[in-house]
């Protein structure tokens, strides 16, 4: 990998999963079914390594405390694992006495809830979820924020709330790509980025334009309004491995984000690369 150079290079999304039709229901959207099978480390590796990706964090797939212990595990078996952004119950009244017990905790970098499923789009504010974000934030840990159009208010409102979380927007809030509009996505992505401990991912974005007849020029516009707004030293690139191959293999995904970087100093690339990533989870 690319561990000897000066610029150490992060995928700061992808997942792993041995499939089960019961635990990773959302699998069952149209389309979807060339993930209804096992993604594990052994997968990835090869592809890091001819993208020249030094490591990754890898996040939730499922809402279970079980597979966060099995990240953990699996983090602590292959060392590209840099660290696990994942799943516990923010509704819980004990919350975080559940995290406690997780062996090898020290990896585990922050946390996640499929919200975009959630049918209350206000599920982010409710008082027991608040609460464990305020918890979150004294036991040192990211929440990252997987959130589409229904859910953008309650984001927006959340973020404005806990001013000392550290929060991550995932997939750039899952811009309207396919339906070619710009807002109101724009104007959100605009008022969570002047919350300043607010960041945002640059992934997922492939499988937000059409699947099979995309281009780098789609996603621009997308990619400039965020690198705008949140600028290089709050924006990180990630893969959304294995879901990016519903719409590209792994190093075009990278590709077309990077194509518009092109004017960005080294420094500033840098920072997408990588150091964002490094900073905002401490790896």
């Not at 589409?148 to 899952?174: I, S």
């Not at 709050?234 to 990077?258: I, K, N, Q």
Request: include cysteine; glycine fraction near 8%.
């Amino acid at each position: 990998m690319n561990s000897g150079s000066a610029e150490r290079r992060i995928d700061a999304h992808q997942h792993f999963w041995t499939y089960s039709p019961g635990v990773h229901q959302w699998m069952a959207r149209p389309g979807f079914a060339p993930l209804m099978r096992d993604f594990l480390p052994e997968h990835l590796a090869p592809l890091l390594e001819g993208s020249l990706i030094d490591g990754c964090i890898a996040v939730q797939a499922a809402g279970t405390i079980f597979e966060t212990e099995w990240l953990l595990s699996l983090a602590a078996a292959h060392p590209f694992i840099l660290g696990v952004v994942g799943w516990a119950d923010l509704t819980a009244e004990n919350f975080p006495r559940t995290l406690d017990h997780l062996p090898q905790r020290k990896r585990l970098r922050g946390l996640r809830h499929i919200v975009e499923d959630e049918s209350d789009p206000a599920w982010l504010l409710r008082a027991d979820v608040s609460r464990s974000l305020d918890d979150c934030g004294r036991l040192g840990l990211v929440y990252d924020l997987l959130v589409r159009e229904p859910q953008w208010d309650a984001a927006l409102t959340c973020a404005r709330a806990h001013p000392e979380q550290r929060l991550v927007l995932d997939h750039c809030g899952k811009p309207p790509i396919r339906a070619g509009r710009l807002e109101p996505w724009r104007t959100f992505i605009r008022e969570l980025a002047a919350c300043e401990h607010v960041s945002c991912k640059l992934s997922g974005l492939v499988t937000e334009a059409e699947w099979r007849q995309w281009t780098d020029a789609d996603l621009r516009p997308c990619v400039d309004i965020a690198l705008e707004a949140f600028g290089p030293e709050r924006l990180m690139l990630g893969s959304d491995w294995p879901v990016c191959t519903l719409a590209a293999p792994y190093g075009r995904t990278f590709h077309a984000l990077e194509s518009a970087f092109e004017e960005l100093s080294f420094s500033e690339r840098a920072q997408l690369r990588g150091g964002t990533a490094a900073h905002i989870y401490g790896v």
